[in-house]
T-cell receptor, first 115, second 111 residues
Framework: DAGVIQSPRHEVTEMGQEVTLRCKPI?????LFWYRQTMMRGLELLIY????????DSGMPEDRFSAKMPNASFSTLKIQPSEPRDSAVYFC?????????????FGAGTRLSVL | LAKTTQPISMDSYEGQEVNITCSHN???????ITWYQQFPSQGPRFIIQ???TKVTNEVASLFIPADRKSSTLSLPRVSLSDTAVYYC????????????FGGGTRLMVKP
């Protein structure tokens, strides 16, 4: 398996623009997670899905952020409108059925810069 | 919710054994202990997981005392390439509490 695939790897945009980050989880994994990492706040969980259903979105910073998982092999994280403080590395991860024991596999991340 | 406490940073030299201890006083019966490693510009990568006693794989060993209130990640004979941030996570049946990475321990291996 190719692992968790994220695109784009780098995104530079201007304040106010819409940004869409994409993730393809590992085939067969039931859980998908979106994280954000900054120097100041570390690695923060934004939202996670189980079987394509959002389970906990309490980490989503505000209404400008939205995430979808239309099918088991694809998820998006959208920021509209983007702001400079959204600049960070966004990671997607997936894991299998038993989350208690299960290991999360992370993608390479998308480095977002909002100017 | 099991919370973890780790040292912010550690320094070591090539060839030495490094032990990073994580405290998790409120660990629950169903909780597992999982360690991840993160290199700059990469996502975290699973290293090792355990429930009790000792677990060893090709990368590291994980020591868990009987009370399970702490765990120690042991890296044998570190090299410069082991310079990374190491995260300890604790969680069990409640999916939500397996997902707090905390600040991690920044390990710097010097030549």
């Amino acid at each position: 398996d190719a692992g968790v695939i994220q695109s784009p790897r780098h995104e530079v945009t201007e304040m106010g623009q819409e940004v869409t980050l994409r993730c393809k989880p590992i085939s067969g994994h039931d859980y998908l997670f979106w994280y954000r990492q900054t120097m100041m706040r570390g690695l923060e969980l934004l939202i996670y899905f189980n079987n394509n259903v959002p389970i906990d979105d309490s980490g989503m910073p505000e209404d400008r952020f939205s995430a979808k998982m239309p099918n088991a092999s694809f998820s998006t994280l959208k920021i509209q409108p983007s702001e400079p403080r959204d600049s960070a590395v966004y990671f997607c991860a997936s894991s299998g059925t038993n989350i208690a024991k299960n290991i999360q596999y992370f993608g390479a991340g998308t480095r977002l810069s909002v100017l | 919710l099991a919370k973890t406490t780790q040292p912010i940073s550690m320094d070591s030299y090539e060839g030495q054994e490094v032990n990073i201890t994580c405290s998790h006083n409120n660990i629950a019966t169903n909780d597992y202990i999982t360690w991840y490693q993160q290199f700059p510009s990469q996502g975290p990568r699973f290293i090792i997981q355990g429930y009790k006693t000792k677990v060893t794989n090709e990368v590291a060993s994980l020591f868990i005392p009987a009370d399970r209130k702490s765990s120690t990640l042991s890296l044998p004979r570190v090299s410069l390439s082991d310079t990374a941030v190491y995260y300890c996570l604790v969680g069990g049946d409640n999916a939500g509490n397996m997902l707090t990475f905390g600040g991690g321990t920044r390990l710097m291996v010097k030549p």
